[in-house]
Protein backbone atom coordinates (compact mmCIF):
# COMPACT_ATOMS: atom_id res chain seq x y z
CA UNK A 1 0.00 0.00 0.00
CA UNK A 2 2.84 2.29 1.06
CA UNK A 3 4.85 1.33 -3.00
CA UNK A 4 1.27 2.36 -4.33
CA UNK A 5 1.08 5.79 -2.40
CA UNK A 6 4.61 6.52 -3.86
CA UNK A 7 3.82 5.87 -7.26
CA UNK A 8 0.45 7.82 -7.59
CA UNK A 9 2.81 10.93 -5.88
CA UNK A 10 5.33 10.64 -8.35
CA UNK A 11 2.25 10.72 -11.14
CA UNK A 12 0.61 13.32 -9.45
CA UNK A 13 4.06 15.54 -9.05
CA UNK A 14 5.58 14.76 -12.33
CA UNK A 15 2.44 14.35 -14.78
CA UNK A 16 0.11 17.16 -13.54
CA UNK A 17 2.24 19.98 -13.94
CA UNK A 18 3.30 18.57 -17.12
CA UNK A 19 -0.24 18.14 -18.10
CA UNK A 20 -0.92 22.19 -16.93
CA UNK A 21 2.03 22.91 -18.92
CA UNK A 22 1.27 21.40 -22.12
CA UNK A 23 -2.63 22.09 -21.95
CA UNK A 24 -1.59 26.00 -21.84
CA UNK A 25 0.59 25.58 -24.53
CA UNK A 26 -1.73 24.25 -26.83
CA UNK A 27 -4.60 26.59 -25.66
CA UNK A 28 -2.80 29.56 -26.64
CA UNK A 29 -2.41 28.14 -30.06
CA UNK A 30 -5.90 28.12 -30.62
CA UNK A 31 -7.76 30.95 -32.12
CA UNK A 32 -8.32 32.93 -35.53
CA UNK A 33 -4.75 34.22 -35.34
CA UNK A 34 -2.24 30.87 -36.84
CA UNK A 35 0.39 30.37 -33.71
CA UNK A 36 1.85 27.36 -33.26
CA UNK A 37 3.35 25.78 -29.99
CA UNK A 38 6.81 26.45 -31.34
CA UNK A 39 5.83 30.05 -31.81
CA UNK A 40 4.53 30.47 -27.98
CA UNK A 41 8.08 29.20 -26.74
CA UNK A 42 9.59 31.41 -28.89
CA UNK A 43 7.86 34.64 -27.50
CA UNK A 44 7.95 33.59 -23.82
CA UNK A 45 11.39 33.35 -24.49
CA UNK A 46 12.43 36.29 -25.93
CA UNK A 47 10.01 38.49 -22.99
CA UNK A 48 12.18 36.29 -20.75
CA UNK A 49 15.19 37.69 -22.86
CA UNK A 50 16.42 34.55 -24.40
CA UNK A 51 17.14 35.04 -27.68
CA UNK A 52 14.76 36.13 -30.95
CA UNK A 53 11.05 34.69 -31.19
CA UNK A 54 11.37 36.33 -35.04
CA UNK A 55 7.45 37.02 -35.15
CA UNK A 56 5.98 39.86 -36.42
CA UNK A 57 4.98 41.68 -33.27
CA UNK A 58 1.21 42.27 -34.37
CA UNK A 59 1.42 38.06 -33.56
CA UNK A 60 3.41 38.95 -30.78
CA UNK A 61 0.86 40.61 -29.19
CA UNK A 62 -1.51 38.35 -29.61
CA UNK A 63 0.10 35.95 -27.94
CA UNK A 64 2.55 38.01 -25.28
CA UNK A 65 -0.28 40.42 -24.73
CA UNK A 66 -3.78 38.43 -25.37
CA UNK A 67 -3.94 34.75 -25.33
CA UNK A 68 -0.99 34.14 -22.62
CA UNK A 69 -1.89 36.14 -19.74
CA UNK A 70 -5.50 34.99 -20.55
CA UNK A 71 -4.60 31.39 -20.35
CA UNK A 72 -2.58 31.73 -17.35
CA UNK A 73 -5.73 33.79 -15.42
CA UNK A 74 -7.38 30.59 -16.41
CA UNK A 75 -5.43 28.39 -14.73
CA UNK A 76 -4.81 30.23 -11.71
CA UNK A 77 -8.68 31.05 -11.41
CA UNK A 78 -9.21 27.40 -11.63
CA UNK A 79 -6.97 26.12 -9.44
CA UNK A 80 -8.24 28.56 -6.84
CA UNK A 81 -11.72 28.13 -7.28
CA UNK A 82 -11.00 23.92 -7.07
CA UNK A 83 -8.77 24.92 -4.01
CA UNK A 84 -11.97 27.05 -1.90
CA UNK A 85 -14.32 24.15 -3.25
CA UNK A 86 -11.93 21.85 -1.23
CA UNK A 87 -11.70 23.72 2.25
CA UNK A 88 -15.05 24.62 2.10
CA UNK A 89 -16.22 21.49 1.69
CA UNK A 90 -14.19 19.64 4.16
CA UNK A 91 -14.87 22.89 6.82
CA UNK A 92 -18.63 22.98 6.18
CA UNK A 93 -19.09 18.84 6.13
CA UNK A 94 -20.68 19.64 2.68
CA UNK A 95 -20.18 18.55 -0.21
CA UNK A 96 -22.14 20.79 -2.50
CA UNK A 97 -20.33 23.43 -1.03
CA UNK A 98 -18.84 25.88 -3.73
CA UNK A 99 -17.71 29.82 -3.31
CA UNK A 100 -20.52 30.17 -5.82
CA UNK A 101 -23.29 28.04 -4.52
CA UNK A 102 -22.92 29.37 -1.24
CA UNK A 103 -22.94 33.29 -2.60
CA UNK A 104 -19.51 34.25 -1.89
CA UNK A 105 -19.35 35.41 -5.40
CA UNK A 106 -21.75 37.05 -5.27
CA UNK A 107 -20.73 39.39 -2.58
CA UNK A 108 -17.97 39.73 -4.12
CA UNK A 109 -19.44 40.70 -7.56
CA UNK A 110 -21.39 43.41 -5.61
CA UNK A 111 -18.54 45.10 -3.79
CA UNK A 112 -16.62 45.24 -6.91
CA UNK A 113 -19.88 46.49 -9.08
CA UNK A 114 -19.98 49.28 -5.81
CA UNK A 115 -16.38 49.99 -6.23
CA UNK A 116 -16.63 50.24 -10.30
CA UNK A 117 -19.74 52.30 -10.49
CA UNK A 118 -19.49 54.38 -7.73
CA UNK A 119 -15.67 55.00 -8.88
CA UNK A 120 -14.08 54.72 -5.34
CA UNK A 121 -10.48 54.66 -5.74
CA UNK A 122 -9.28 53.66 -8.56
CA UNK A 123 -7.76 50.65 -10.08
CA UNK A 124 -7.67 46.73 -9.60
CA UNK A 125 -6.62 46.80 -6.25
CA UNK A 126 -9.75 48.89 -4.81
CA UNK A 127 -11.66 46.62 -7.03
CA UNK A 128 -10.12 43.91 -5.02
CA UNK A 129 -10.49 45.30 -1.56
CA UNK A 130 -14.59 46.15 -2.64
CA UNK A 131 -15.01 42.28 -3.52
CA UNK A 132 -13.13 41.12 -0.91
CA UNK A 133 -14.91 43.24 1.60
CA UNK A 134 -18.56 41.82 -0.14
CA UNK A 135 -17.15 38.36 0.39
CA UNK A 136 -16.40 38.43 3.73
CA UNK A 137 -20.31 39.98 4.27
CA UNK A 138 -22.07 37.60 2.15
CA UNK A 139 -19.28 34.69 4.37
CA UNK A 140 -20.49 35.84 7.38
CA UNK A 141 -23.85 36.32 6.12
CA UNK A 142 -24.01 32.42 5.15
CA UNK A 143 -22.36 31.60 8.02
CA UNK A 144 -24.53 33.22 10.86
CA UNK A 145 -28.24 32.16 8.58
CA UNK A 146 -26.96 28.37 8.54
CA UNK A 147 -26.18 28.77 11.87
CA UNK A 148 -29.40 30.08 12.92
CA UNK A 149 -31.82 27.92 11.07
CA UNK A 150 -30.10 24.47 12.42
CA UNK A 151 -26.68 24.26 10.12
CA UNK A 152 -27.69 20.85 8.32
CA UNK A 153 -26.07 20.26 5.19
CA UNK A 154 -29.40 21.22 3.12
CA UNK A 155 -29.87 24.49 5.03
CA UNK A 156 -26.28 25.80 4.49
CA UNK A 157 -27.22 24.98 0.97
CA UNK A 158 -30.25 27.54 1.13
CA UNK A 159 -28.47 30.04 3.32
CA UNK A 160 -26.30 30.20 0.56
CA UNK A 161 -29.19 30.79 -2.16
CA UNK A 162 -30.65 33.36 0.40
CA UNK A 163 -27.38 35.20 0.39
CA UNK A 164 -27.12 34.70 -3.37
CA UNK A 165 -30.33 36.01 -4.23
CA UNK A 166 -29.95 38.89 -2.04
CA UNK A 167 -26.35 40.43 -3.03
CA UNK A 168 -27.59 39.37 -7.19
CA UNK A 169 -30.72 41.73 -5.99
CA UNK A 170 -28.01 44.49 -4.85
CA UNK A 171 -26.23 44.53 -7.67
CA UNK A 172 -28.72 44.59 -10.06
CA UNK A 173 -29.99 47.65 -8.16
CA UNK A 174 -27.03 49.72 -7.87
CA UNK A 175 -26.34 48.59 -11.92
CA UNK A 176 -29.76 49.75 -13.43
CA UNK A 177 -30.16 52.76 -10.49
CA UNK A 178 -26.51 54.49 -11.48
CA UNK A 179 -24.80 52.59 -14.60
CA UNK A 180 -24.85 53.94 -17.75
CA UNK A 181 -25.61 51.72 -20.91
CA UNK A 182 -21.86 51.06 -21.63
CA UNK A 183 -20.72 50.23 -17.78
CA UNK A 184 -23.93 48.23 -17.60
CA UNK A 185 -23.07 46.08 -20.69
CA UNK A 186 -19.54 45.62 -19.50
CA UNK A 187 -20.51 44.97 -15.76
CA UNK A 188 -23.26 41.94 -16.58
CA UNK A 189 -20.69 40.39 -19.01
CA UNK A 190 -17.97 40.18 -16.36
CA UNK A 191 -20.43 39.03 -13.28
CA UNK A 192 -21.24 36.08 -15.43
CA UNK A 193 -17.45 34.93 -15.47
CA UNK A 194 -15.34 36.19 -18.04
CA UNK A 195 -11.24 36.04 -18.56
CA UNK A 196 -11.51 38.26 -21.69
CA UNK A 197 -9.85 41.36 -21.08
CA UNK A 198 -7.32 39.88 -18.73
CA UNK A 199 -4.06 41.95 -18.23
CA UNK A 200 -0.68 40.42 -16.71
CA UNK A 201 -1.51 43.04 -13.82
CA UNK A 202 -4.44 40.35 -12.68
CA UNK A 203 -2.41 37.71 -13.27
CA UNK A 204 0.18 38.72 -11.17
CA UNK A 205 -2.47 39.36 -8.51
CA UNK A 206 -4.46 36.56 -8.35
CA UNK A 207 -1.00 34.43 -8.51
CA UNK A 208 0.41 35.93 -5.72
CA UNK A 209 -2.47 35.36 -3.84
CA UNK A 210 -3.30 31.82 -4.77
CA UNK A 211 0.44 31.19 -3.80
CA UNK A 212 0.00 32.38 -0.29
CA UNK A 213 -3.10 30.13 0.02
CA UNK A 214 -1.50 27.29 -1.30
CA UNK A 215 1.30 27.67 1.57
CA UNK A 216 -1.30 27.87 4.31
CA UNK A 217 -3.32 24.88 2.66
CA UNK A 218 -0.11 23.24 2.91
CA UNK A 219 0.37 23.62 6.59
CA UNK A 220 -3.19 22.90 7.19
CA UNK A 221 -3.82 19.82 5.37
CA UNK A 222 -4.15 17.44 8.09
CA UNK A 223 -5.94 19.74 10.09
CA UNK A 224 -8.57 19.52 7.46
CA UNK A 225 -8.57 15.55 7.06
CA UNK A 226 -9.78 16.05 10.71
CA UNK A 227 -12.96 17.71 10.40
CA UNK A 228 -13.89 14.42 8.48
CA UNK A 229 -16.18 13.53 11.59
CA UNK A 230 -17.08 17.16 12.24
CA UNK A 231 -15.62 19.86 14.92
CA UNK A 232 -15.67 17.65 17.67
CA UNK A 233 -13.91 15.22 16.61
CA UNK A 234 -11.32 17.76 14.68
CA UNK A 235 -11.02 19.15 18.31
CA UNK A 236 -10.22 15.59 20.02
CA UNK A 237 -7.79 14.77 16.75
CA UNK A 238 -5.69 17.92 18.26
CA UNK A 239 -6.89 20.81 16.22
CA UNK A 240 -7.73 23.92 17.39
CA UNK A 241 -11.05 24.73 15.88
CA UNK A 242 -11.77 27.80 16.26
CA UNK A 243 -8.60 29.03 15.15
CA UNK A 244 -8.10 26.47 12.15
CA UNK A 245 -11.56 27.66 10.56
CA UNK A 246 -11.35 31.31 11.18
CA UNK A 247 -8.19 31.43 9.43
CA UNK A 248 -9.14 29.13 6.45
CA UNK A 249 -12.40 30.53 6.46
CA UNK A 250 -10.76 34.19 5.59
CA UNK A 251 -8.14 32.71 3.22
CA UNK A 252 -11.03 31.32 1.22
CA UNK A 253 -12.82 34.74 1.19
CA UNK A 254 -10.12 36.51 0.44
CA UNK A 255 -8.87 34.05 -2.70
CA UNK A 256 -12.41 33.79 -3.96
CA UNK A 257 -12.28 37.48 -4.18
CA UNK A 258 -9.45 38.06 -5.43
CA UNK A 259 -10.42 35.93 -8.32
CA UNK A 260 -14.09 37.32 -8.55
CA UNK A 261 -12.37 41.02 -9.11
CA UNK A 262 -10.21 39.59 -12.06
CA UNK A 263 -12.50 37.82 -13.55
CA UNK A 264 -16.09 37.84 -12.38
CA UNK A 265 -17.78 34.65 -11.20
CA UNK A 266 -17.35 31.75 -12.42
CA UNK A 267 -19.66 29.26 -10.76
CA UNK A 268 -19.38 25.80 -10.00
CA UNK A 269 -15.76 25.05 -10.97
CA UNK A 270 -15.05 24.84 -6.99
CA UNK A 271 -18.06 22.16 -6.69
CA UNK A 272 -16.94 19.84 -9.45
CA UNK A 273 -13.31 19.55 -9.28
CA UNK A 274 -12.80 18.45 -5.91
CA UNK A 275 -15.16 15.34 -6.20
CA UNK A 276 -13.17 14.56 -9.33
CA UNK A 277 -10.03 14.99 -7.87
CA UNK A 278 -10.83 12.79 -4.79
CA UNK A 279 -12.33 10.07 -7.06
CA UNK A 280 -8.82 9.82 -8.66
CA UNK A 281 -6.30 10.31 -5.55
CA UNK A 282 -8.80 9.83 -2.56
CA UNK A 283 -9.88 12.21 0.29
CA UNK A 284 -6.31 12.80 2.05
CA UNK A 285 -6.10 16.82 1.70
CA UNK A 286 -2.11 16.33 1.30
CA UNK A 287 -2.93 14.80 -2.00
CA UNK A 288 -6.51 16.56 -2.61
CA UNK A 289 -5.47 20.20 -2.41
CA UNK A 290 -2.74 19.83 -5.38
CA UNK A 291 -4.19 17.80 -7.27
CA UNK A 292 -7.82 19.60 -7.50
CA UNK A 293 -5.91 22.59 -8.09
CA UNK A 294 -3.68 21.12 -11.34
CA UNK A 295 -7.18 19.66 -12.48
CA UNK A 296 -9.31 22.80 -12.08
CA UNK A 297 -6.41 24.91 -13.60
CA UNK A 298 -6.26 22.42 -16.80
CA UNK A 299 -10.07 22.33 -16.93
CA UNK A 300 -10.56 26.26 -16.83
CA UNK A 301 -7.67 26.42 -19.41
CA UNK A 302 -9.86 24.28 -21.99
CA UNK A 303 -13.23 25.76 -21.08
CA UNK A 304 -12.24 29.21 -21.09
CA UNK A 305 -10.24 28.13 -24.89
CA UNK A 306 -13.82 26.51 -25.65
CA UNK A 307 -15.73 29.39 -25.00
CA UNK A 308 -13.99 31.87 -26.88
CA UNK A 309 -13.38 29.80 -30.34
CA UNK A 310 -16.92 28.12 -30.43
CA UNK A 311 -18.98 30.64 -31.11
CA UNK A 312 -16.42 32.88 -33.55
CA UNK A 313 -16.34 35.56 -33.75
CA UNK A 314 -18.54 35.78 -30.79
CA UNK A 315 -17.32 35.18 -27.66
CA UNK A 316 -19.39 33.39 -24.79
CA UNK A 317 -18.48 34.28 -21.05
CA UNK A 318 -16.67 31.37 -19.87
CA UNK A 319 -19.44 31.07 -16.36
CA UNK A 320 -22.10 30.01 -18.82
CA UNK A 321 -19.89 27.27 -20.15
CA UNK A 322 -19.27 26.40 -16.52
CA UNK A 323 -22.34 26.51 -15.28
CA UNK A 324 -23.38 24.54 -18.07
CA UNK A 325 -20.92 21.84 -17.25
CA UNK A 326 -22.12 22.28 -13.38
CA UNK A 327 -25.42 22.39 -13.16
CA UNK A 328 -25.79 18.45 -13.96
CA UNK A 329 -22.89 17.39 -11.47
CA UNK A 330 -24.68 19.38 -9.05
CA UNK A 331 -27.64 17.46 -9.10
CA UNK A 332 -25.93 14.12 -9.82
CA UNK A 333 -24.17 14.74 -6.23
CA UNK A 334 -27.34 15.65 -4.74
CA UNK A 335 -28.84 12.45 -5.94
CA UNK A 336 -25.87 10.35 -4.33
CA UNK A 337 -25.53 12.45 -1.26
CA UNK A 338 -29.58 11.01 -1.11
CA UNK A 339 -29.12 7.09 -1.31
CA UNK A 340 -25.84 7.89 1.09
CA UNK A 341 -27.74 8.63 4.26
CA UNK B 1 -1.15 8.96 37.76
CA UNK B 2 -3.32 9.75 34.76
CA UNK B 3 -6.43 11.23 33.78
CA UNK B 4 -7.27 12.83 36.61
CA UNK B 5 -10.61 15.40 37.36
CA UNK B 6 -11.04 17.81 40.27
CA UNK B 7 -14.40 19.35 41.02
CA UNK B 8 -15.10 20.13 37.48
CA UNK B 9 -18.20 22.18 36.65
CA UNK B 10 -19.39 23.65 33.32
CA UNK B 11 -21.86 26.36 33.18
CA UNK B 12 -24.20 27.46 30.05
CA UNK B 13 -27.08 29.76 30.16
CA UNK B 14 -27.09 30.00 33.75
CA UNK B 15 -27.18 26.31 34.74
CA UNK B 16 -24.60 23.71 35.94
CA UNK B 17 -24.31 21.06 33.44
CA UNK B 18 -21.67 19.68 35.24
CA UNK B 19 -21.48 20.71 38.69
CA UNK B 20 -18.56 19.76 40.74
CA UNK B 21 -17.67 16.27 39.85
CA UNK B 22 -14.49 15.04 40.63
CA UNK B 23 -12.67 11.29 38.88
CA UNK B 24 -9.42 9.57 38.90
CA UNK B 25 -9.23 6.34 37.10
CA UNK B 26 -7.58 4.26 38.27
CA UNK B 27 -4.84 3.48 35.35
CA UNK B 28 -6.33 0.38 32.91
CA UNK B 29 -9.58 0.45 34.11
CA UNK B 30 -13.06 0.85 32.89
CA UNK B 31 -15.22 3.63 34.00
CA UNK B 32 -19.13 3.53 33.59
CA UNK B 33 -21.12 7.03 33.50
CA UNK B 34 -24.43 6.29 34.12
CA UNK B 35 -27.52 8.62 34.68
CA UNK B 36 -30.65 9.76 32.75
CA UNK B 37 -30.32 11.89 29.39
CA UNK B 38 -29.06 15.34 30.33
CA UNK B 39 -27.44 14.62 33.21
CA UNK B 40 -24.05 16.27 31.63
CA UNK B 41 -22.76 12.49 31.18
CA UNK B 42 -21.96 14.04 27.39
CA UNK B 43 -20.43 17.17 28.33
CA UNK B 44 -18.41 15.69 31.63
CA UNK B 45 -16.66 13.66 28.75
CA UNK B 46 -16.06 17.07 27.02
CA UNK B 47 -14.52 18.40 29.70
CA UNK B 48 -12.10 15.52 30.04
CA UNK B 49 -10.84 15.22 26.17
CA UNK B 50 -10.03 19.24 26.40
CA UNK B 51 -12.91 19.51 23.71
CA UNK B 52 -14.45 22.30 25.97
CA UNK B 53 -12.84 24.14 28.87
CA UNK B 54 -14.23 23.65 32.65
CA UNK B 55 -16.04 26.45 34.21
CA UNK B 56 -14.24 26.02 37.44
CA UNK B 57 -11.77 22.60 38.50
CA UNK B 58 -9.45 21.16 36.62
CA UNK B 59 -8.98 18.81 34.42
CA UNK B 60 -5.65 17.23 34.25
CA UNK B 61 -3.07 14.65 32.69
CA UNK B 62 -0.08 13.33 35.00
CA UNK B 63 -0.52 16.28 36.95
CA UNK B 64 -0.18 18.68 34.17
CA UNK B 65 -3.57 20.79 33.76
CA UNK B 66 -5.15 20.09 30.16
CA UNK B 67 -4.97 24.06 29.44
CA UNK B 68 -1.28 24.35 29.74
CA UNK B 69 -0.89 21.34 27.17
CA UNK B 70 -1.26 21.75 23.29
CA UNK B 71 -4.46 20.52 21.44
CA UNK B 72 -1.84 17.68 19.92
CA UNK B 73 -0.64 16.79 23.33
CA UNK B 74 -3.55 15.74 24.43
CA UNK B 75 -4.59 13.87 21.57
CA UNK B 76 -1.27 11.76 21.75
CA UNK B 77 -2.46 10.75 25.24
CA UNK B 78 -6.67 10.67 24.74
CA UNK B 79 -8.96 9.61 22.48
CA UNK B 80 -12.40 10.09 21.90
CA UNK B 81 -14.97 7.62 20.69
CA UNK B 82 -18.34 9.61 19.48
CA UNK B 83 -21.82 7.90 19.44
CA UNK B 84 -22.26 8.78 16.14
CA UNK B 85 -20.02 9.65 13.46
CA UNK B 86 -21.11 10.22 10.44
CA UNK B 87 -19.53 11.65 7.70
CA UNK B 88 -20.61 12.78 3.59
CA UNK B 89 -17.37 12.49 2.79
CA UNK B 90 -16.23 8.49 0.68
CA UNK B 91 -14.30 7.42 3.17
CA UNK B 92 -12.47 3.69 3.45
CA UNK B 93 -11.79 2.16 6.60
CA UNK B 94 -8.10 2.24 6.50
CA UNK B 95 -8.81 6.36 5.35
CA UNK B 96 -10.76 6.44 8.58
CA UNK B 97 -8.31 4.67 10.92
CA UNK B 98 -5.70 6.88 9.49
CA UNK B 99 -6.99 9.96 11.18
CA UNK B 100 -6.21 8.88 14.16
CA UNK B 101 -2.06 9.59 13.60
CA UNK B 102 -3.05 13.18 12.89
CA UNK B 103 -2.03 14.14 15.86
CA UNK B 104 1.38 12.35 15.89
CA UNK B 105 2.26 13.75 12.20
CA UNK B 106 3.97 16.95 11.27
CA UNK B 107 2.30 19.42 8.91
CA UNK B 108 4.43 19.06 6.18
CA UNK B 109 5.67 14.99 6.76
CA UNK B 110 4.17 12.07 4.55
CA UNK B 111 2.66 9.58 6.54
CA UNK B 112 6.20 7.46 8.55
CA UNK B 113 7.04 4.41 9.47
CA UNK B 114 5.66 4.75 12.68
CA UNK B 115 2.48 5.97 11.48
CA UNK B 116 1.89 2.50 9.36
CA UNK B 117 2.75 0.27 11.88
CA UNK B 118 0.06 1.94 14.57
CA UNK B 119 -2.88 2.08 11.80
CA UNK B 120 -2.10 -1.41 11.24
CA UNK B 121 -1.64 -2.63 15.04
CA UNK B 122 -5.42 -0.73 15.12
CA UNK B 123 -6.55 -2.87 12.41
CA UNK B 124 -5.34 -5.91 13.64
CA UNK B 125 -6.82 -5.15 17.07
CA UNK B 126 -9.97 -4.47 15.81
CA UNK B 127 -10.09 -7.37 13.58
CA UNK B 128 -10.66 -4.99 10.46
CA UNK B 129 -8.30 -6.69 8.18
CA UNK B 130 -10.90 -7.72 5.35
CA UNK B 131 -12.42 -4.29 5.06
CA UNK B 132 -9.56 -1.73 5.15
CA UNK B 133 -10.54 -1.25 1.25
CA UNK B 134 -14.56 -0.85 2.19
CA UNK B 135 -16.32 2.68 2.14
CA UNK B 136 -17.15 3.60 5.21
CA UNK B 137 -20.80 4.39 3.87
CA UNK B 138 -21.47 0.40 3.07
CA UNK B 139 -20.62 -0.55 6.75
CA UNK B 140 -23.04 -1.37 9.62
CA UNK B 141 -23.72 0.44 12.70
CA UNK B 142 -21.84 -1.89 14.44
CA UNK B 143 -18.65 -2.06 11.86
CA UNK B 144 -18.09 1.92 12.16
CA UNK B 145 -18.07 1.72 15.38
CA UNK B 146 -15.66 -0.49 15.32
CA UNK B 147 -13.50 1.35 13.12
CA UNK B 148 -13.97 4.77 15.05
CA UNK B 149 -12.30 2.45 17.74
CA UNK B 150 -9.44 1.29 15.68
CA UNK B 151 -9.05 5.29 14.89
CA UNK B 152 -8.92 6.10 18.44
CA UNK B 153 -6.24 2.83 18.89
CA UNK B 154 -4.20 4.33 15.85
CA UNK B 155 -3.93 7.49 18.38
CA UNK B 156 -1.79 5.37 20.71
CA UNK B 157 -3.88 6.70 23.63
CA UNK B 158 -3.19 5.76 27.11
CA UNK B 159 -6.80 7.10 28.16
CA UNK B 160 -10.52 6.24 25.65
CA UNK B 161 -13.12 8.43 26.27
CA UNK B 162 -16.56 6.66 24.47
CA UNK B 163 -19.69 8.00 24.45
CA UNK B 164 -22.74 6.00 24.79
CA UNK B 165 -20.57 4.04 21.71
CA UNK B 166 -23.53 1.21 21.71
CA UNK B 167 -26.30 3.42 21.56
CA UNK B 168 -27.53 2.29 18.07
CA UNK B 169 -26.65 -1.45 17.54
CA UNK B 170 -27.94 -4.22 18.93
CA UNK B 171 -27.73 -6.38 21.28
CA UNK B 172 -24.87 -8.82 19.91
CA UNK B 173 -22.44 -5.67 18.65
CA UNK B 174 -23.24 -4.21 22.06
CA UNK B 175 -21.34 -7.32 23.45
CA UNK B 176 -18.61 -7.23 21.28
CA UNK B 177 -17.89 -4.12 20.90
CA UNK B 178 -17.88 -3.42 25.16
CA UNK B 179 -15.83 -6.87 25.42
CA UNK B 180 -13.29 -5.55 22.58
CA UNK B 181 -13.32 -1.55 24.74
CA UNK B 182 -13.00 -3.40 28.11
CA UNK B 183 -10.01 -5.82 26.35
CA UNK B 184 -7.81 -2.40 25.01
CA UNK B 185 -5.29 -2.16 27.26
CA UNK B 186 -6.43 1.54 28.32
CA UNK B 187 -8.18 3.76 30.94
CA UNK B 188 -11.64 3.89 29.35
CA UNK B 189 -13.95 6.26 30.46
CA UNK B 190 -17.64 4.89 29.28
CA UNK B 191 -20.82 6.80 28.92
CA UNK B 192 -23.66 4.33 29.22
CA UNK B 193 -27.32 3.66 29.02
CA UNK B 194 -27.70 0.31 29.96
CA UNK B 195 -27.46 -0.21 33.67
CA UNK B 196 -27.07 -4.02 33.17
CA UNK B 197 -24.04 -4.14 29.98
CA UNK B 198 -22.32 -0.87 32.54
CA UNK B 199 -22.15 -3.68 35.96
CA UNK B 200 -20.82 -6.52 33.26
CA UNK B 201 -18.14 -4.54 31.52
CA UNK B 202 -17.25 -2.01 34.06
CA UNK B 203 -15.05 -2.06 37.06
CA UNK B 204 -16.01 1.18 38.55
CA UNK B 205 -19.76 3.56 37.87
CA UNK B 206 -20.15 6.80 38.73
CA UNK B 207 -23.76 7.74 38.58
CA UNK B 208 -24.78 11.22 37.47
CA UNK B 209 -27.87 13.35 38.45
CA UNK B 210 -28.60 17.26 36.92
CA UNK B 211 -24.64 17.70 36.41
CA UNK B 212 -23.67 15.86 40.24
CA UNK B 213 -22.67 12.84 41.01
CA UNK B 214 -24.88 11.13 43.38
CA UNK B 215 -22.58 7.68 43.85
CA UNK B 216 -19.39 6.26 43.14
CA UNK B 217 -17.93 2.89 43.52
CA UNK B 218 -18.29 -0.88 42.14
CA UNK B 219 -21.23 -2.47 40.18
CA UNK B 220 -22.62 -4.60 43.20
CA UNK B 221 -22.03 -1.11 45.68
CA UNK B 222 -23.72 1.28 43.53
CA UNK B 223 -26.51 -0.88 41.32
CA UNK B 224 -29.41 -1.13 43.95
CA UNK B 225 -32.52 -0.85 43.63
CA UNK B 226 -32.90 2.59 45.79
CA UNK B 227 -30.69 3.95 43.86
CA UNK B 228 -32.22 3.18 40.80
CA UNK B 229 -35.53 4.42 42.12
CA UNK B 230 -33.91 7.62 42.90
CA UNK B 231 -31.88 8.35 40.35
CA UNK B 232 -33.74 6.97 37.17
CA UNK B 233 -37.20 7.20 38.91
CA UNK B 234 -38.18 3.64 37.99
CA UNK B 235 -38.83 0.27 40.21
CA UNK B 236 -36.29 -2.67 39.18
CA UNK B 237 -35.22 -5.80 41.26
CA UNK B 238 -31.88 -6.19 41.67
CA UNK B 239 -30.31 -9.53 42.00
CA UNK B 240 -26.11 -10.99 41.82
CA UNK B 241 -27.11 -12.71 39.15
CA UNK B 242 -24.80 -11.23 36.37
CA UNK B 243 -21.60 -12.83 35.44
CA UNK B 244 -19.22 -13.09 38.23
CA UNK B 245 -21.46 -12.53 40.62
CA UNK B 246 -22.15 -9.15 39.44
CA UNK B 247 -25.81 -6.90 40.09
CA UNK B 248 -28.50 -8.21 37.33
CA UNK B 249 -30.77 -5.59 36.55
CA UNK B 250 -35.05 -6.36 36.11
CA UNK B 251 -37.16 -3.31 35.37
CA UNK B 252 -40.65 -3.28 36.72
CA UNK B 253 -43.68 -1.53 34.45
CA UNK B 254 -44.74 1.85 36.18
CA UNK B 255 -47.13 1.52 38.81
CA UNK B 256 -50.60 3.45 37.94
CA UNK B 257 -52.50 5.12 40.41
CA UNK B 258 -55.91 3.49 40.61
CA UNK B 259 -57.21 7.30 39.98
CA UNK B 260 -54.87 7.62 36.64
CA UNK B 261 -55.76 4.44 35.09
CA UNK B 262 -59.84 5.35 35.38
CA UNK B 263 -58.53 9.17 33.77
CA UNK B 264 -56.56 7.14 30.80
CA UNK B 265 -59.42 5.38 30.46
CA UNK B 266 -62.19 7.81 30.25
New interface residues.
Given amino acids: ?2 RAGVRGAAVLWTGGPALLLLSTAVAITIGPADIAVGNVVAVVAEHIGLGESGLSPIRDGIVWDLRLPRTLLAAVCGAGLGMCGVIM ?1 SLL ?3 LADPFVLGISSGASTGAVLVVILGIGSGAVSLSAGAFLGALCSFALVLLLSHAVGGT ?1 DRVILAGVAAMQLFSSLTSFIVMSSANAEQTRGVLFWLLGSLSGTSWFHVGLCASVLGAVLLVC ?6 L ?2 F ?3 H ?2 A ?6 VARTRLLLLVVTALLTATLVSAAGAIGFVGLVLPHIA ?1 AIV ?3 H ?1 RLLPSTALAGAVFLVWVDTAARTVLTPQELPVGVVTSLIGVPVFVFILYR ?1 RK ?2 | MSLRAENVSWRAGGRMIVDGISLEPRPGSTIGLLGPNGSGKSTLLRLLAGVCATSSGVVSLDGTPLEKLSRTAIARRVAVVEQHATTEIDMSVLDVVRLGRIPHRRAWSAPSAADDSAVRAAIEYTRLEDKVAQSWHTLSGGERQRVQIARALAQEPRELLLDEPTNHLDIQHQLELLALVTRIPVTSVIALHDLNLAAMFCDHLVVLEEGRAVAAGTPARILTEELIAEVYNVRAIVTPDGPDGRPSVRFLPHEHSPGHTAALRS
Fill in positions: MAQRNPTAAKATADATFGDAASLGVSRGPGRSVR
